[in-house]
Each structure stands twice: as structure tokens, then as C-alpha cells.
């Protein structure tokens, strides 16, 4: 069962290694206003990036809420940082170097520079903001839309059937169980949302179940399925369920989540320890 989606919130294939966490430090952004981290010992000397046909010249989408700093040289020092990008933020990949955990080299409107190549920071193409009344915001590709449900929020492509819904309820046991009838669970982890700690499970349909629909929801139950549930406090909770066919689908959901943004102390409070994963 693949599991792109726990890559995404924790380890991460290229994610910064363990020494660029102690190296993260303030610095000034240019053209956000958002908090960002990076600065620390060098890691990498060589500016000259390796050429990689599938990333240069493709569109890439900053994703983290605290925003992805530009720096003047593929190296983690505060004095090289020249701006930064805030969430949203599209630019073009114009280089790649695979040392010091990677790198992307980058251009964006109006600066050139490189930033930590990490997938829970960015995600590949352009990306629409979500947000509703409660103050819930999340980023999704633009060739997906969604539709408001009386208790829920349905994310759908445009062409295709998987889906992503997000719901909320006062506990975990308002959205009832986490498996669905005729499913069977094949991995299950810690996750990481906005700075809250969740379960990831996923389940792999039965394809000789042929019992009722398991859910009310106006979605389609595709073979495969992985949730999300996570408790903000004693009357508020979440649960991100995504239907899919296929793993190459589950960068999608990775991408959102590690996008979402919550009205909850741990989600809107700055951070305070530095980390190479929440933006550098």
C-alpha cells in the first residue's frame, strides 16, 4: 500500500536532514509578510544546479502557511536569505541540485534564488485558496473545485472520481468509526496538521463486498481510502477522508493537508522552535 501521504508529513524523500533543524533562524522576508524559517550553518558550497528535464521549467506552488524563503545560494545562512514567498506563492523551477538535502533554483516574479526542495513545502502546479466562514483555509490544484455539503466540504477534480472531504464535528465520534464497511485497514500512523497531531489510517476495499453504501456522503467509494482525524480541543474536531483509485493520487491529499490552516491556538500560534520541515 503506498503511503505518499506520510511521506509528505514526515520524513519526506528529500526532506532536510536532522542538521539543518538546528540551523534554522530568523530572517527578513521581502515579499511576504508571513513568518518564515531559515539561516544556520552552511550545508552546501556549490551553486551550480544538475539538469533535471521533469523539474526545470515546471510550476510549483508554496504550500506552507509560514511561507518558503528565498536564499542567494543553495545553503542554509540567514545573511544569504533575499526574500520570500508567502503561501500561494507560484514560481518557476529553473534549476535542481540533489545536495544538501536539495534544492530548487527558482524563478518568481520579480527574484531569483534557490529553496529547500522538501514536498511538504511545495507541490507541483498551480493551486486555488479554500476558505469558509469558521476561518478554514486549504489550497487545491486548480483544475479541482469543490462543493459545500449541510456538514461537510467535498474537493473534486474535474475530470475524475477521487475525492477529498473535510469535516467538522464537536468529537472523533460524531463522524463515527474510521474504517468503512467493506474496507480493510492496511496502514495506520501519526500525522501532522497545522501543528496538531492526528491518526492517518488506510484501507483497501474488498472487491467482494457487495453490502450497503457506507456512507451518506455524495461521493463515490473508490478502492482505496485514507483519513485523517484529529482533535482540537474537548468540542472540536476534524476527519479528511480521501477516496482514490491509484497511489500516484495521493499526492493530492498530502498536498492539502500540509496546506490547511485552522482557527485553533496550534495552528495560528508563530512558531517558536526552529525546524527544516516547517518552511526554511
Known amino acids: 500500500m503506498p503511503s505518499r501521504a506520510r511521506r509528505l508529513s514526515s520524513a519526506g524523500l528529500v526532506a532536510?536532514?536532522?542538521?539543518l533543524v538546528a540551523a534554522c533562524s530568523a530572517a527578513p522576508s521581502t515579499s511576504s509578510p508571513t513568518p518564515t524559517r531559515g539561516g544556520g550553518p552552511?550545508?552546501?558550497?556549490?551553486p551550480t544546479p544538475s539538469p533535471t528535464p521533469i523539474l526545470v521549467g515546471s510550476t510549483r506552488t508554496v504550500l506552507s502557511r509560514l511561507g518558503l524563503r528565498i536564499h542567494s545560494a543553495p545553503m542554509l545562512v540567514s545573511s544569504n536569505v533575499v526574500a520570500s514567498f508567502g503561501q500561494g506563492a507560484s514560481f518557476t523551477v529553473i534549476g535542481y541540485q540533489s545536495s544538501g538535502g536539495?534544492?530548487?533554483?527558482?524563478?518568481?516574479?520579480?527574484?531569483?534564488?534557490?529553496?529547500?526542495a522538501d514536498p511538504t513545502l511545495t507541490a507541483a502546479g498551480l493551486f486555488n485558496?479554500?476558505?469558509n466562514a469558521d476561518g478554514v483555509t486549504a489550497f487545491y490544484p486548480s483544475n479541482w473545485g469543490f462543493q459545500q455539503e449541510?456538514?461537510?466540504?467535498?474537493?473534486?477534480?474535474?475530470?475524475?472520481?477521487?475525492?477529498?472531504?473535510?469535516?467538522?464535528?464537536?468529537?472523533?465520534?460524531?463522524?463515527?468509526?474510521?474504517?468503512?464497511?467493506g474496507y480493510g485497514q492496511s496502514t495506520v500512523g501519526p500525522v501532522q496538521v497545522c501543528g496538531y497531531t492526528g491518526t492517518l489510517s488506510e484501507f483497501v476495499?474488498?472487491?467482494?463486498?457487495?453490502g450497503p453504501s457506507p456512507s451518506p456522503l455524495p461521493v463515490p467509494r473508490l478502492p482505496l481510502y485514507a483519513v485523517i482525524r484529529l482533535t482540537f480541543d474537548a468540542t472540536h474536531a476534524m476527519?479528511?477522508?480521501?477516496?482514490?483509485?491509484?497511489?500516484?493520487?495521493l499526492d493530492v491529499f498530502g498536498d492539502l493537508y500540509n496546506s490547511i490552516g485552522f482557527p485553533y491556538p496550534l495552528c495560528e500560534a508563530p512558531a517558536t522552535t526552529p525546524k527544516a520541515s516547517p518552511k526554511p
Open 150 to 181: 449541510p456538514t461537510s466540504t467535498i474537493f473534486l477534480p474535474q475530470s475524475g472520481t477521487q475525492n477529498i472531504v473535510l469535516q467538522f464535528g464537536p468529537t472523533l465520534g460524531s463522524f463515527g468509526p474510521a474504517a468503512l464497511p
Open 16 to 19: 532536510v536532514s536532522a542538521a
Open 239 to 249: 476527519q479528511i477522508g480521501f477516496d482514490y483509485s491509484e497511489s500516484s493520487q
Open 42 to 46: 552552511t550545508i552546501a558550497t556549490s
Open 205 to 210: 476495499k474488498n472487491p467482494t463486498y457487495s
Open 129 to 131: 485558496k479554500f476558505g
Open 102 to 116: 536539495g534544492w530548487f533554483q527558482v524563478q518568481g516574479r520579480t527574484v531569483t534564488g534557490w529553496v529547500v
